[in-house]
């Protein structure tokens, strides 16, 4: 099994910044990729940035440009730096990991206030 800790989450005026981290049990690179999603109530979740064990990334079309996704392969940690962020991003952000099957971490409130 893969367990997934993100941390990071808060409460940020808007055009502010955070860093999601996320802390995987396992060796990240086993992992064939990893990456963050987001659910804001009412919808369904949503992929934001991904990360692939050779290096590629891919972010939604709307968080181009604000947000990085990165990692640290001697931490097993992956973050995600959001930058100018926006009320429309609250949501609850959830760390994901692909290997075999499909992992989860318990997600991380982030709240951008107008």
């Known amino acids: 099994q893969v367990q997934l800790v993100e941390s990071g989450g808060g409460l940020v005026q808007s055009g502010g910044s955070l860093r999601l981290s996320c802390a995987a049990s396992v060796s990240i690179s086993s992992l064939n990729a990893m990456g963050w999603y987001r659910q804001a109530p009412g919808k369904e979740r949503e992929l934001v940035a991904i990360t692939h064990s050779g290096g590629l990334t891919n972010y939604v079309d709307s968080v181009k440009g604000r947000f990085t996704i990165s990692r640290d392969n001697t931490k097993n940690t992956v973050y995600l730096q959001m930058n100018s962020l926006k009320p429309e991003y609250t949501a609850v952000y959830y760390c994901?990991?692909?290997?075999?099957?499909?992992?989860w971490g318990q997600g991380t409130q982030v709240t951008v206030s107008s």
């Open positions: 994901n990991a692909k290997r075999f099957f499909t992992y």
